[in-house]
């Protein structure tokens, strides 16, 4: 499966930005899909991660209550909600995607995931 993230750009604290994540390929919805972030001179680290059926979500403990991971099976398409930005939410978004055999498994360490898109820029401006 191929991904390809969209939606980055400059937003001040407070504000919102939607990232969107295509894939092509393959039947999107047999994946498990996550988003992780990276910011300059960090390691990868993870966002949320959300089922193939779409009922199970996982969320950082940083990003909680302010962001959203949805998906879009007809659409092939995985979205990430982000509200109440901080400055330190500022990093390069990526998206990946998993092949899974539940409809309700998810995942968070990273090495799990086989198919990576490319990031996506977010900065948030204090």
């Known amino acids: 499966v191929q991904l390809q993230a969209s939606g980055g750009g400059l937003v001040q604290a407070g504000g919102s930005l939607r990232l969107s994540c295509a894939a092509s390929?393959?039947?999107?919805?047999?994946?498990?899909m996550g988003w992780f972030r990276q910011a300059p001179g960090k390691e990868r680290e993870f966002v949320a991660t959300l089922s193939r059926n779409g009922h199970t979500t996982y969320y950082a403990d940083s990003v909680k209550g302010r962001f959203t991971i949805s998906r879009d099976n007809a659409k092939a398409t995985v979205y990430l909600q982000m509200d109440s930005l901080k400055p330190e939410d500022t990093a390069s978004y990526y998206c990946?995607?998993?092949?899974?055999?539940?409809?309700?498994?998810?995942?968070?360490?990273?090495?799990?995931?086989?198919?990576w898109g490319q990031g996506t820029q977010v900065t948030v401006s204090s």
């Open positions: 390929g393959r039947t999107f919805s047999i994946y498990v």
């Open positions: 990946a995607a998993k092949y899974a055999m539940g409809e309700y498994d998810y995942f968070v360490n990273s090495n799990e995931y086989g198919y």
